[in-house]
């Protein structure tokens, strides 16, 4: 310690010897020595932490570099969500140096904290889902980490169908909970059960299905705000289910048997007339509506009053529906 001390002083007293001129050349040396020194090392430890073209010139680093480029995070540096240890982080530069691999090996494991730093910030320029659906089920409830559905596609986060299969495996097709409905077969999972909706069940909606099938050519189908039924489609529409609406009237409608027409043998749901036709009770009330706005229903049957019989009325009019109808003689109506 004597001897490094004695050094320095000798040192010391040589600088202290030399002209003023040269004293003056060798302090600007070493401030420009030491202040590019440490703007050399910034820009070094800039380039290699935080511009992805570091990365990029990694030969094996091209094609996740252009799916990046291309994906929702392309204005997201490498290394906020990819963060690797000092020691991992040479140990590749030495391997991608001297081994020259064709790819690269897996590095740099994303946790939910790099995850959680932005898309539960608050932030609004970020997705933010914590309280929605979808998150609240599976992030918290199940504590699934957000690479197990947003990361075994490179670079590509909207998780793929075949994700969900992974746990949900008797829905996909062929198995008890494919989807059944022809023309929702192609739809993506998160159609109809999103993800992003907040503080809501996963499951659809009314609302859910109404954004998409309000907007469709429904082949006359409408959906009336003042209809009688406001709950959930999927009360009657089970696409996991059946094709067709899983309706069972008579399950709510005890009374519809016996009241009025209702009861009349041809008017009765699950009547077989003599050519093999069943009644059914959309036959008559139009899905969606059900209450009777026109005569044409009617007529399908009763083709012989739809000219000369009341013109311009409803049928339900005259005709009671909840109470028994009584013929000209005082008789119950038996007929059609």
Request: proline content about 5%; aromatic content about 6%.
């Amino acid at each position: 310690m004597k001897w490094i001390v004695s050094k320095f002083k000798q040192f010391g007293g040589w600088i202290g010897r030399l002209p003023v001129a040269l004293k003056v050349v060798l302090g600007v040396s070493l401030l420009v020595f030491v202040f590019g020194g440490t703007y050399g090392s910034y820009r070094i430890y800039n380039y290699t932490q935080h511009d992805p073209e570091f990365c990029r010139s990694c030969h094996t680093m091209n094609i996740a570099w252009d799916k990046w480029a291309e994906s929702e995070h392309s204005k997201v540096g490498c290394h906020s969500c990819h963060q690797a240890s000092p020691i991992a982080s040479a140990r590749l530069v030495i391997n991608y140096l001297l081994e020259r691999p064709d790819i690269n090996t897996t590095h740099a494991h994303i946790s939910d904290e790099s995850c959680e730093k932005c898309h539960y910030s608050g932030d609004p320029q970020w997705v933010q889902v914590e309280a929605t659906a979808g998150h609240k089920v599976h992030a918290e409830e199940q504590n699934i980490a957000c690479q197990t559905c947003h990361g075994l596609r490179l670079h590509e986060f909207r998780p793929a169908t075949e994700i969900c299969a992974a746990c949900h495996a008797d829905h996909v097709e062929g198995h008890e909970k494919e989807i059944k409905t022809t023309e929702m077969q192609n739809l993506h999972c998160i159609e109809c059960h999103q993800f992003l909706r907040e503080d809501s069940p996963i499951r659809p909606t009314r609302e859910t299905c109404m954004e998409c099938h309000q907007k469709l050519d429904n082949n006359g189908v409408t959906f009336p705000d003042d209809a009688p039924m406001q709950w959930d489609c999927r009360e009657c529409h089970k696409p996991h289910d059946s094709e067709r609406p899983v309706v069972d009237c008579i399950g709510c409608h005890t009374e519809a048997r016996s009241a009025g027409l209702h009861a009349v043998p041809s008017h009765v749901a699950g009547y077989v007339d003599a050519n093999g036709r069943e009644t059914k009770c959309k036959d008559c009330h139009k899905p969606h509506e059900w209450t009777m706005k026109s005569r044409e229903n009617c007529a399908t049957c009763h083709s012989d009053k739809v000219e000369s019989h009341n013109p311009g009325k409803l049928c339900t009019e005259c005709h009671d529906f909840g109470k028994i109808s009584m013929g000209p003689a005082g008789e119950p109506l038996q007929g059609g």
